[in-house]
């Protein structure tokens, strides 16, 4: 993985690890060291048990789906946390 792409994939593992409850990776479309990095993520989620979802943008992105997509994911981790919190107590 190169240019910013390992950054990307550091910073997803460290922040899994102090216990993030998931991970949004933005990048500009066609941005190949972001796509590969997308790829590895993939794996880090698995490993690290964490929420991962991808955005790119370039002019075209429209709000309204950015909106909800991030609505999606947000409901997604309040069910983890909840589902999580069920089986602590």
């Given at each position: 993985v190169?240019?910013h792409?390992?950054?990307?994939v550091?910073y997803a593992?460290?922040?899994?690890r102090?216990?993030?409850d998931?991970?949004?990776?933005?990048?500009?479309?066609?941005?190949?060291p972001?796509?590969v990095?997308?790829?590895?993520l993939c794996?880090?989620?698995?490993?690290?048990?964490?929420?991962?979802?991808?955005?790119y943008?370039?002019?075209h992105s429209?709000?309204?789906?950015?909106?909800?997509?991030?609505?999606?994911f947000i409901d997604?981790?309040?069910r983890?946390?909840?589902?999580?919190?069920?089986?602590t107590?």
């Amino acid at each position: 993985v190169g240019g910013h792409g390992q950054e990307t994939v550091g910073y997803a593992v460290k922040f899994a690890r102090k216990g993030y409850d998931g991970l949004i990776q933005i990048g500009p479309l066609t941005c190949m060291p972001e796509i590969v990095a997308q790829s590895v993520l993939c794996q880090v989620r698995e490993e690290e048990n964490i929420p991962c979802m991808t955005l790119y943008f370039d002019e075209h992105s429209g709000i309204a789906g950015i909106s909800t997509r991030l609505e999606a994911f947000i409901d997604m981790l309040g069910r983890k946390n909840t589902e999580k919190q069920a089986l602590t107590v």
